[in-house]
């Protein structure tokens, strides 16, 4: 593969995707496709927008004839697609732009991407791979003694913004069945990492805490995630892209699942240590009322592409979670410029 076509890269897994790409030297073009909605950052990408095999395309995956365009004119070999709404959250207070982006969004790529490999040779077709980055939302909630997540778990999606991933994870899947069109599926837990928007639990906690805020926690803190380091995120789509089999899913996990009240607590822990201070940060825990439909517990069983590709995490919680927070307290001005909006006048080129 020599030219990549990634979507949504301006956001916080696909910025740290193309930074990996670029890392590894091996791609001639990465392009990254991205509308710059609330949470595409330019600065995201700041250390890497002067890479000659780098180029930035501001465009809305619903523009059919646009992405056709992008990938005749540069004869793509791959379109990896994290273009996406992903704030449950938001999709509870307003679901359409999820339908419009997610599952509209998911369908005009896919047909763009259908159209492109019509005229191409059989070997570029053949050779060909789009590349779809889904969550482990899509399939439900799980109770405490229930097995992990795996790709044969049926899909029951409990929110707007979940809803809407599984409806783009099924589009995939028919058009590779249907069309023949080379896909693959990746369903990840919740990342965590640099770069991440502060409306996530993470940077949230983090941030507040280090301006003295309260720590929202929703209902008793019981809720169980496993948390999946966004490095270790973007090597396993890496793998997937260069030696997964058409048409599969591969669930991507971290192998650590943690209640969101060990979460906070780890890093009230780590930032007593970092920015003492303000210490004992854990003070500043105050519980909210709960979010609707919040699911209880996810987990992921990667034995899959451990066992088929040779993907495993490399981060253990405790050394990811000291990384992001010593990231967070050392780019203070990304945090400020995110959380004033100056980061979406600079790019509206607004005063």
């Not at 029951?156 to 599984?166: E, G, I, L, Q, T």
Request: aromatic fraction near 10%.
């Amino acid at each position: 593969m020599k030219a990549l076509l990634v979507t949504g890269g301006l956001g916080f897994i696909g910025s740290n995707f193309i930074r990996l790409l670029v890392g590894s030297g091996q791609f001639e073009t990465i392009i990254n496709f991205d509308k710059q909605t609330y949470a595409g950052n330019p600065e995201n990408l700041w250390d890497v927008e002067d890479d000659e095999s780098y180029k930035f395309i501001k465009s809305d995956i619903c523009d059919r004839e646009k992405i056709l365009m992008i990938l005749e004119q540069f004869q793509i070999d791959a379109i990896v697609n994290f273009a996406a709404e992903s704030h449950v959250d938001r999709s509870i207070e307003g679901p359409e732009p999820f339908v419009q982006t997610n599952v509209i969004g998911t369908l005009r790529l896919l047909e763009a991407a259908k159209d492109y490999l019509s005229s191409v040779s059989r070997a570029k077709k053949e050779s060909f791979r789009f590349l779809h980055v889904s969550t482990d939302e899509v399939y439900g909630s799980l109770k405490l003694d229930d097995s992990p997540f795996c790709e044969k778990t049926p899909y029951a999606p409990n929110s707007p913004y979940s809803a809407s991933k599984a409806s783009a994870d099924h589009l995939v899947r028919s058009y590779h069945h249907t069309f023949e069109l080379p896909t693959l599926t990746t369903n990840c837990s919740n990342n965590y990492g640099p770069y991440q928007f502060p409306e996530k639990l993470i940077p949230l906690m983090i941030l507040n805490a280090c301006e003295g805020k309260n720590l929202p926690i929703y209902g008793d803190g019981s809720n169980v995630r496993d948390w999946l380091h966004v490095e270790d995120h973007c090597r396993g789509i890496l793998s997937v892209l260069e030696k997964g089999k058409v048409g599969e899913t591969y669930c991507i996990g971290g192998a650590s699942e943690k209640t969101n009240m060990q979460v906070i607590d780890t890093l009230c822990e780590i930032l007593d240590r970092k920015c003492p201070g303000r210490a004992p940060h854990n003070q500043l825990k105050t519980f909210v009322k709960d979010r609707p439909g919040h699911d209880h517990r996810y987990a992921i069983d990667f034995s899959k592409i451990q066992n088929d590709l040779g993907w495993a995490p490399s981060y253990s919680f405790e050394v990811g979670m000291e990384q992001t927070v010593d990231w967070y307290l050392n780019h203070q001005e990304w945090c400020m410029n995110v959380t004033s909006g100056k980061y979406k006048r600079e790019r509206l080129g607004a005063s």
